[in-house]
């Protein structure tokens, strides 16, 4: 819920939190992406419309490179034991087709540049999203690059 209210998110109980969280499950379309072992949940990746996140805006004041109707990955949580093994390249891999699916013409995603801090990431870290194809679009601060995919086709002239 962090990446949907901002601060507000740390005054709110746990449970309230949650509650909200499940109503916006029950409303749909799915928030995010869960990535398995077998039966077991091994990962999370939440994935939705920009506009679903104005707090963007507002409190982290990230302001929107150009009025694309963009889709955004926020936040990332990988279960212990899972980490350093691929799973968020997975889910990042996993969103850029379901985005592209949903009809979004870019994702952005606002990773750590790790070379510029030594703070742990919830967000990703850029060389993982470069790999994934995603290019620097833009800056917030220095260690929190806009990174972007563009979606859209580009066709080939025929011949």
């Known amino acids: 819920m962090y990446w949907r209210t901002g601060a507000a998110y740390r005054k709110v109980p746990?449970?309230?939190?949650?509650?909200?969280?499940?109503?916006?499950?029950?409303?749909?379309p799915p928030p995010g992406l869960l990535a398995f072992d077998g039966d077991v949940a091994v990962g999370w990746c939440q994935l939705t419309p920009r506009e679903e996140l104005p707090w963007l805006d507002r409190e982290w004041r990230l302001k929107r490179l150009d009025p694309a109707p963009v889709w955004s990955i926020s936040c990332f949580y990988v279960r212990v034991g899972y980490r350093k093994q691929g799973v968020t390249s997975a889910l990042i891999a996993a969103a850029v087709k379901a985005a592209k699916q949903a009809g979004a013409v870019a994702l952005e995603a606002y990773p750590l540049d790790a070379k510029k801090t030594t703070s742990g990431s919830f967000t990703g870290y850029v060389t993982t999203f470069e790999r994934a194809g995603f290019n620097t679009a833009g800056c917030h601060v220095p260690?929190?690059?806009?990174?972007?995919?563009?979606?859209?086709?580009?066709?080939?002239?025929?011949?």
Do not use: C
């Not at 449970?15 to 749909?28: C, D, H, L, T, Y």
């Open 14 to 28: 746990r449970e309230e939190n949650k509650a909200s969280f499940r109503q916006i499950v029950k409303r749909g």
């Open 143 to 159: 260690q929190r690059p806009i990174m972007r995919h563009d979606l859209r086709r580009v066709r080939t002239p025929t011949p």
